[in-house]
């Protein structure tokens, strides 16, 4: 499974839940937290760290011996991808809000329906279960009972799956959301699209 493919799960579900305005009780702690995830899809797995600060999120994880890192800026419309390895890094615009495919804001519309779905046990944790339904997917969370932290995230049809460990809540150090002063800013390639 390749990296674009774990960040498109990740975006799916962490950026979308922690960019949702006024979260309902269970999903509180999504406004601003650290974890470790493993993600799973068409029987591979990949393991990655998350941090969400409101608007701001950071994406670390290592594939093939080299470790990406994406950063989301919402507030400033802009996705950073650093290179750690050649301390490089390419800014790219997000896409508006108001484009349809962006999954960022899809919690943001008022037509999106949170469904508690009763308890599950997941990895040895009573959990509540809910269905977060958009006009672009169906999302299902599991959240501790006793700690109200996210256990596990899973497309509604099964293609994919996220285990959350060492789940923390609170405010992320400004830092994680910025390119290190000493990387390089490299252009676009040649053919991705700038917007």
């Known amino acids: 499974m390749t990296n674009k ?3 498109a799960l990740f975006l799916v579900t962490t950026l979308a839940l922690s960019s949702f305005g006024e979260l309902p009780a269970p999903f509180k702690a999504m406004r601003q937290f650290s974890a470790d995830q ?3 899809s068409a029987g591979k797995s990949m393991k990655s760290k998350i941090f969400v600060d409101g608007e701001k999120t950071r994406f670390e994880m290592e594939a093939v011996g080299q470790q990406t890192v994406t950063i989301a800026r919402r507030d400033k419309k802009v996705v950073y991808m650093l290179m750690p390895t050649q301390k490089m890094y390419m ?3 997000s896409k508006p809000k108001d484009d349809g495919q962006d999954v960022f804001h899809s919690l943001d519309n008022p037509e999106t329906k949170i469904e508690a779905m009763g308890a599950e046990t997941v990895k040895d944790q009573a959990c509540d279960k809910y269905k977060i339904t958009s006009k672009e ?3 299902l969370i599991w ?3 006793s700690t109200k932290f996210p ?3 899973a497309s509604e049809d099964g293609r994919w799956m996220s285990d959350w460990e060492n789940f923390k809540d609170g ?3 400004a830092e994680l959301f910025e390119p290190p002063a000493d990387y390089k800013k490299m252009d676009i390639p040649g053919g991705m699209p700038a917007k």
Do not use: D, G, Y
């Open 137 to 139: 997917n169906a999302v």
């Open 5 to 7: 493919t774990f960040l």
């Open 91 to 93: 800014e790219m615009p």
């Open 143 to 145: 959240i501790s009972s």
């Open 171 to 173: 405010a992320q150090p």
């Open 151 to 153: 256990v596990r995230m």
């Open 38 to 40: 493993v993600m799973t």
